[in-house]
Nanobody, 121 residues
């Protein structure tokens, strides 16, 4: 079984910063992509940022220049540094991983349990 455990959410004032972490554990042969999605109340889950094993990153337009995603392959961990936070960044943030469990090419997708980020004065 594979688990993704997130940490680092909380309450922050507008303009503040938070850092989210997500660690993967379990039967993992290799991780192709790890990243973050978020879901605000009444809205669909959306991409925030992802990073690949080749260190290629992808960001939602709404967070470019403010958020930075990074990964530590050896630790099977991904981070999301969030700066200049805005009230519209308030959401549950979910860690996501696309990985292989063995030498076969089949990929699996997993989600973390989510961590709440609230930006409010």
């Amino acid at each position: 079984q594979v688990q993704l455990v997130e940490s680092g959410g909380g309450l922050v004032q507008p303009g503040g910063s938070l850092r989210l972490s997500c660690a993967a554990s379990g039967t993992i042969f290799s991780i192709n992509t790890m990243g973050w999605y978020r879901q605000a109340p009444g809205k669909q889950r959306e991409l925030v940022a992802t990073t690949t094993s080749a260190n290629s990153t992808n960001y939602a337009d709404s967070v470019k220049g403010r958020f930075t995603v990074s990964g530590e392959n050896a630790k099977k961990t991904v981070y999301l540094q969030m700066n200049s936070l805005k009230p519209e960044d308030t959401a549950v943030y979910y860690c996501n991983a696309v990985l292989r469990k063995g030498s076969a090419p089949r990929e699996y997708m997993y989600w973390g349990q989510g961590t709440q980020v609230t930006v409010s004065s």
